[in-house]
């Protein structure tokens, strides 16, 4: 890794992620400054360390009443200041934030409260108002408590001022000085493929996520990283918001992904130099912007899905930007492998994080490939689950099943051929799914695809591709799977044509929404 004029490459330390995720904010205080701006939120307002951390001991001990040590409290806020002051506030004083999925509805919010057994709501009157989640608050009166951070800030006591002002000189006689090997926090998984399970990380998996990342990639004190990825994916919470805490890099928060013109805006106007982003979300902020408007950018990473021939050809054609694939799951805080700008090997999402190991198991009717399994510092204290609420299940031997198929070439670069659950069995032969969508994009690069398998009399398994272009049609999928030596056994039987492919506030594709509307369509018609 290469390093800027007067700054040090930092070789990955094991030991600097063994203390508590706010002692790790202190130390960034110390080295960086604390006057030194650190945050600009969604409003332009601008940060320091010495006001987040004031502001985090006085909230955070306003929030503590009324709970205990190790309790979980949840956290309902758009990525911004008033989420990285609350999940530090929790923390300093040993509570686990649990950072709730706002866009997942209300039964998935029932189901997440219910599974880390909290009791309490961290939230925003405003952030209620602009998300229209009344409905949802409304529901959950009465059954939790729901916290309003206005109403915290004006009764904020003398004493909470008073500890907020010792703590921020002297953190040590406020501050829990808790194991790094206990919960920092409860994120929870995506659901695309079931009910979400709760995933208990610990400080030390954090931080060491942070070192490993830090050790992967030539990140300086110089950067400024824009975050428009919500804070209850872990994805946005580690490296969008932690990271650049941690190692004294600005960062530029935005409270949705979903504002590609505004994002594209503010990316110019800070110059931001660090871009984390999936695919679904690039591909619009490169379609919404003006050539330039991204020439800042250094270092653009991509995650929590596959990147597209067809994205990367746009940002390179319109911007001359080199995206940088990476991979990761919340069970492992996130980060496993990631490309690197001097090692960036297009089909593959990099190598694995230090000090991870992997190891691959068969998977049948899928050769030169396995099921992943991975071990590392960053891997989770285990999931807790709905049918054992507040229990945590550590993964055996410390190897989690990451669920994805992929493989791995003699150079450790890593290529995802799919979710174990994302290959359809048809007549015998295994079909990726992933490659089925592959081809529709190649075709029409300017909508959006998404493939899933419903069961078939015949067949075992039959193959649908929903897509945005309603021109799309089976014979031209024939025609390009013939003409790229494609088996046609890969080209969908049924095509539906929608306006919009449903997305998770992750930028993930809502696979079990598309499943449930295909078959009441298949249903109905």
Wanted: proline share 5%.
């Amino acid at each position: 890794m290469a390093a800027a004029s007067g700054e040090e490459t930092v070789a990955f330390d094991i030991n600097r992620s063994h203390k508590p995720v706010f002692h790790a904010l202190i130390d960034a205080r110390g080295k960086f400054g604390g006057d030194r701006p650190a945050l600009i939120d969604g409003d332009d307002r601008v940060l320091t360390y010495e006001e987040i951390i004031r502001a985090a001991l006085a909230l955070g001990h306003a929030l503590k009443r009324g709970t205990k040590v190790g309790e979980s409290v949840g956290i309902m806020l758009p990525t911004g200041a008033a989420s990285v002051i609350a999940f530090f506030g929790v923390s300093a004083y040993g509570r686990v934030p649990a950072m709730l999925n706002f866009t997942s509805g209300l039964a998935g919010i029932r189901s997440a409260l219910k599974t880390a057994k909290i009791k309490r709501i961290v939230t925003a009157r405003r952030f209620v108002e602009l998300a229209k989640a009344e409905p949802i608050v409304e529901a959950m009166q009465g059954h939790y408590d729901i916290v309003y951070l206005e109403d915290v800030r004006e009764k904020l006591s003398i004493i909470d001022k008073a500890f907020a002002a010792v703590g921020t000189f002297i953190p040590s006689l406020v501050a829990r000085n808790a194991m790094h090997s206990t919960p920092a926090v409860i994120l929870f998984t995506s659901g695309t493929e079931g009910e979400p399970k709760g995933v208990a990380l610990s400080h030390g998996n954090l931080l060491a996520n942070v070192e490993q990342v830090r050790a992967h990639l030539p990140l300086y004190e110089t950067d400024i990283l824009f975050n428009p990825l919500p804070t209850f994916h872990c994805f946005g919470l580690t490296v969008g918001s932690l990271m650049p805490l941690l190692l004294g890099i600005k960062v530029v928060c935005h409270p949705t992904p979903l504002q590609p013109h505004e994002i594209v805006r503010r990316v110019r106007e800070t110059k931001s130099t660090i871009l984390l982003s999936t695919d679904t979300f690039i591909s619009q902020y490169a379609r919404a912007g003006e050539q330039g408007d991204l020439n800042s950018l250094r270092l653009t990473v991509c995650g929590a899905e596959r990147l597209r021939d067809e994205t990367r050809q746009l940002l390179r054609k319109k911007y001359s930007i080199e995206l940088l694939e990476g991979y990761g799951v919340t069970e492992a805080a996130p980060v496993v492998a990631a490309n690197q700008p001097d090692a960036n090997r297009h089909g593959t999402v990099g190598r694995l994080m230090a000090d991870m190991e992997a190891r691959l198991e068969p998977v049948e009717g899928i050769p030169n490939a396995g099921r992943l399994f991975v071990k590392g510092p960053n891997v989770m204290l285990g999931y807790i689950k709905a049918d054992n609420p507040g229990v945590i299940q550590p993964p055996e031997g410390g190897w989690h099943d990451t669920g994805d198929v992929v493989s791995i070439d003699d150079e450790g670069f890593i290529a995802i051929k799919g979710r174990v659950k994302r290959f359809a069995k048809i007549g015998g032969e295994t079909v990726s799914l992933a490659v089925v969508e592959s081809i529709a994009s190649a075709l029409w690069p300017d909508h959006a695809h998404a493939a899933i398998s419903i069961p078939d009399g015949r067949k075992g398994e039959q193959i649908v591709l929903v897509t945005t272009n309603k021109d799309a049609n089976r014979h031209d999928l024939v025609g390009w799977a013939h003409n790229h030596g494609v088996a046609e056994i890969a080209v969908p039987r049924r095509i539906v044509t929608v306006a919009d492919i449903p997305v998770l506030g992750t930028g993930k594709t809502d696979y079990v929404k598309i499943e449930k509307e295909v078959r009441a369509d298949a249903v109905t018609s």
